[in-house]
């Protein structure tokens, strides 16, 4: 080997030793882990399964669910360095049956708090739903008012309740359909983990290239407790923009208080 070689060498090595620090440094700062959201569904701690009774203690009447689902959107994971970010694109729709749901990915870190709206943006809520694909085992088309205008349903709650107190013959239906672009978003700000509050719950740790569930209890009984029975004087039926809307402002007064953490 010449000498004018060896110089070439000697320098194509040194530029390749500058240079790997340079991508690993790169490669760490966007290092990311997958977001599962596990969601169960149910009332008062009693797990909804459609066409079956359950106790509300509130309300002191049974019910019987039919339809319980509910749009989860802006997903914001709040690191305990006082740092916060959203994952992008996050639509779950969210039904009974203890589901899991593709919420994203997020860089790597320690994250103590959870927050998300319940509804759609306007953006999003403006989409058809054979556009608009949510994570989620059902169609975004079954919330969906019709038109692009009106757009989604944020929560829509029906189903059946006894007024005399058993699951017995006397029932009485109802259908409350809450939310959409004319009521604006609905915010749930969950506790800090490892806080005043739940110090027993210890903060998500987000390592790369891992998965982390969060699981979390959807209690739609914090919407139906708002409600006067039997003989209801706010009524049965709400769609926020035709039938009752005052009764659908009241009741979405009950979302910021249907999630909390499972564990």
Sequence with gaps: MNMTTRRTLISSLSIL?????????????????????????NIEGNKITYGSFMHDSMSGYIFSITNAQCFISGITLSNANGSSYTIPDAHL????????????????????????????????????????????????????????????NFIRLQGVYTTDGTSGTA??????????????????????????????FKPYILTAGNTQHVHLICDYGKILERITYPNKPQGDTTDTYTINHALSLYLSAGASTMFRYAD
């Design 93 to 152: 729709l969210v039904s009974p049956g203890g589901m899991i749901y593709l919420a994203g990915t997020a860089p790597i870190g320690t994250y103590n708090n959870i927050s998300f709206n319940v509804g759609l943006d306007a953006a999003t809520n403006a989409l058809a739903p054979y556009i608009f694909a949510p994570s989620g085992y059902e169609r975004s088309s079954s919330m969906w008012y019709g038109s692009t205008t009106k757009g989604y």
């Design 171 to 200: 029932k009485n239906g109802f259908s409350f359909d809450i939310g959409a672009a004319a009521n604006g978003l609905l915010k749930v700000s969950l506790p800090v983990r490892g806080g005043d509050q739940i110090p027993s």
């Design 17 to 41: 030793m500058l240079s790997v620090p340079s991508c690993k440094k790169k490669e760490a700062g966007n290092q990311t882990a997958t977001v599962y959201f596990d969601i169960q569904s």
